[in-house]
């Protein structure tokens, strides 16, 4: 853990990292009642705070130190400094879940879940592109495959989907893939 940590403190500190709320988040969160959220790798609190300010009861979960220590402090926002390699998901826990550029295949099987009835699950993460932007294969496991964000979700309300390229904020190509879901 203290490896994994020194690791995404470093990310933070020598990488830009986005400061606006996630497009996704903004563009869907109309679909969510306002309750008991999670953000998932939340580094420095973009969408907590977004989630906060709007009434939600934000879990803000990173590894990160330094990006928890960025996060403002606010009543609304529990800051939970953890690792996702072994933290869990509390069953029937959330009106929204929120995961933005992370992938850790262990909770996405425990998302289903965590949802309440008519929950609604946020997810959006990088695609494998290998070599199709002349970039670096970086480790897989943390890349998803074409569709598997889709099929991972099966038995939730699809609201929204995409596969896309986007550019990140080194201005580099990438494959992203979108999905917005709603429990029973």
Partial sequence: MLEDKQRWN???????????????????????????????????????????????????VDISDYALNKVKKSAMIKKIDADLDKYNLTPNQYDLIVNVNYLNRRLVSQMKDALKSGGVLMFETFIVAHGDFNMPTTNL???????????????????????????????????????????A
């Fill in 141 to 183: 496991d943390y890349l998803l495959r074409k569709n598997e964000l889709l099929h991972s979700f099966i038995g939730l309300d699809i609201v929204y989907y995409e596969e896309r390229v986007d550019i990140n904020l080194r201005g580099e190509k990438i494959k992203v893939a979108s999905l917005v879901a709603k429990k």
């Fill in 10 to 60: 470093e990310r933070y500190l020598d990488n830009p990292m986005p400061q606006e709320v996630s497009p996704l988040v903004a563009k869907y969160i109309s679909y969510a009642k306002v309750g008991q959220a999670i953000d998932v790798a939340c580094g420095t609190g973009r969408n907590s705070h977004y989630l906060a300010d709007l009434g939600f009861m934000v879990d803000a």
